[in-house]
């Protein structure tokens, strides 16, 4: 069980640079996949548009093609006044979606399938979504934990209910994105396993061609999961911003 | 029975749980698939409520998983 854990193993690559809190701080292989998640997706998007044509071209096409997905999903769950959020749930979008990408190279490490990468995200969402619910309605967001038409009397209920639906929301968030993606690898590494002990077990060798054609079917899979889940954290990422905006 | 068969039986019956997310998720899908059958210009609507149904009954299978891990790992 442990051999197929371990490619999600942080290792230095640094010495320590700094330190804090008495910890030391290192460059890992999170952080240099990070960092080239940020660097390929600011190059597609900025090389992309680079002649900003009306007619677009191959590159183009596919920068647009983010774009006008992640605005209209946006417009339809969060409505107009999302419109000023929309390069932050962007950001979101394609950061997600490039790590979950660059988790899919052999030998990489998926930066997703660490709860802590995703609960960050998630908290400085909330962050976001709780100022900006503040600072629209004031002390009226609170009747975000009220819902409209419930007698007086059940109110200190569904207060108390509405107010852990909300705390638990980005636990829910990052459970979800960080055990798809640990589900997939060790899915993959599953089948590749048992690809090598039936070679290993001798004249069954010729079987394992069937745990090799599924793992092929399971890598395009996740290729369409590291989509989906990052689409899916941005719908609900918009959803809980139209909380703040709009209220009920 | 040792501890650690103990822990791996525990993983197997906390992954039970993820029966109630595949009837969930095929209910989803039904229903997704009927609605877009019967009407098809709301499919652009019903894509958005989609997802997100399909998040949050997804939820609970992968929480399953984490469980059985945590109890693989322990």
Known sequence: ?248 | MEGQSLHLLGAGVAMIGSLGAGLGLGLIFSAWIGAIARNPAIEGKVRTIGFIGLAVTELVLLLCFVVAMLLILK
């Open chain 1, 1 to 248: 069980m442990a051999s197929l854990l371990e490619e999600f193993e942080i290792q230095s690559l640094s010495k320590p640079l700094f330190s804090l809190a008495g910890h030391p701080v290192t460059f890992t292989n999170s952080s240099l996949f990070m960092f080239l998640a940020i660097a390929s997706a600011t190059a597609l998007m900025v090389l992309a548009m680079r002649p900003a044509a009306v007619i677009p071209g191959r590159w183009q096409m596919l920068a647009e093609t983010f774009h006008n997905m992640i605005a209209n999903m946006l417009e339809s769950t969060a409505g107009e006044q999302a419109r000023p959020f929309f390069p932050f749930i962007f950001s979101i979008f394609i950061f997600i979606f490039f790590c979950n990408l660059f988790g899919m190279l052999p030998f990489s490490l998926a930066v997703t399938s660490h709860i802590v990468v995703n609960l960050a995200i998630a908290l400085l969402l909330f962050v976001v979504i709780i100022v900006t619910g503040f600072a629209k309605h004031g002390l009226h967001f609170l009747h975000l934990f009220v819902p409209p038409g419930v007698p007086m009397i059940m109110v200190p209920i569904f207060a108390v209910l509405e107010l852990f639906s909300f705390l638990v929301r980005p636990f829910s968030l990052s459970i979800r994105l960080f055990a798809n993606m640990l589900a997939g690898h060790i899915l993959l590494g599953v089948f590749a396993g048992m690809c090598v002990s039936l070679v290993a077990a001798g004249w069954f060798a010729g079987l394992s061609i069937l745990p090799l054609g599924l793992n092929v079917a399971i890598t395009g899979f996740e290729f369409f999961v590291a989509f989906l889940q990052a689409y899916i954290y941005t719908v609900l990422a918009s959803v809980y911003l139209r909380d703040a905006l709009e209220m009920h």
